[in-house]
């Protein structure tokens, strides 16, 4: 079975600092991991996917984010928080075949301060 | 190209009345899953719908149902509504062939259901 862990429900930094999230995934499987992004009262946008092709992955708004097999890590970051990017952060992980449910993690509620 | 779709918005349901959302999938997509996220966690899965079938199950009671329909839309139904069944319900919709998908879930904005 697959699972994710989010190290820090909350984190805070300040505009114009380094953003890192982090995700710890379980998988017995070659996985896919995923990092999606929700604002308060919208559902979930995709920031960017791991998909077994190159282990940095660039996503949207700046993000991007490092698939490390050796500490089974897929953190996220951003070198220049902006105040947009507050909002809640979820990794999720899911096996790349089949019908793939998606497994989340508990979120890390980004927040930015002026 | 419109995404993917729900409704209602809001939704305000008595303990044991039953429930139906609707889910329309972005175009082009034939595979629908539905979520359950409750307040402050991440969302979990609820099932799977491809080929009108249900493939794939969570952890959820049978009082989860849910339903596709020939153009790909989906129903998610929940009876006898306990308190803990209030969340945001969200809908994703994907491409699949075969056993494999080929795009990534594309999420809409959900329900909220409140159950009291």
């Known amino acids: 079975a697959q699972s994710v862990t989010q190290l820090g429900s909350h984190v805070s930094v300040s505009e114009g600092a380094l953003v890192l999230l982090r995700c710890n995934y379980s998988?017995?499987?070659?996985?896919?991991l995923f990092w999606y992004v929700q604002y308060p009262n919208q559902g979930l946008q995709l920031l960017l996917k791991?998909?077994?092709?190159?282990?940095l992955v660039k996503g949207i708004n700046g993000f991007e984010a490092e698939f490390k097999k050796s500490e089974t890590s897929f953190h996220l970051t951003k070198p220049s928080a902006h105040m947009s990017d507050a909002a809640e952060y979820f990794c999720?992980?899911?096996?790349?075949?089949?019908?793939?449910?998606?497994?989340f993690g508990t979120g890390t509620r980004l927040l930015v301060s002026p | 190209d419109a995404g993917v779709t729900q409704s209602p918005t809001h939704l305000i349901k008595t303990r044991g009345q039953q429930v139906t959302l609707r889910c329309s999938p972005k175009s082009g997509h034939d595979t629908v899953s539905w979520y359950q996220q409750a307040l402050g966690q991440g969302p979990q899965f609820i099932f799977q719908y491809y080929e009108e079938e249900e493939r794939q199950r969570g952890n959820f009671p049978d009082r989860f149902s849910g339903h596709q329909f020939p153009n790909y839309s989906s129903e998610l139904n929940v009876n006898a509504l306990l308190l803990g069944d209030s969340a945001l319900y969200l809908c994703a919709s994907s491409l699949a062939l075969g056993e494999a998908l080929l795009e990534e879930q594309y999420f809409g904005p959900g329900t909220r259901l409140t159950v009291t």
């Open positions: 998988s017995s499987v070659p996985p896919y």
């Open positions: 791991y998909t077994s092709a190159a282990t």
């Open positions: 999720a992980v899911t096996l790349n075949t089949g019908f793939q449910k998606l497994v």
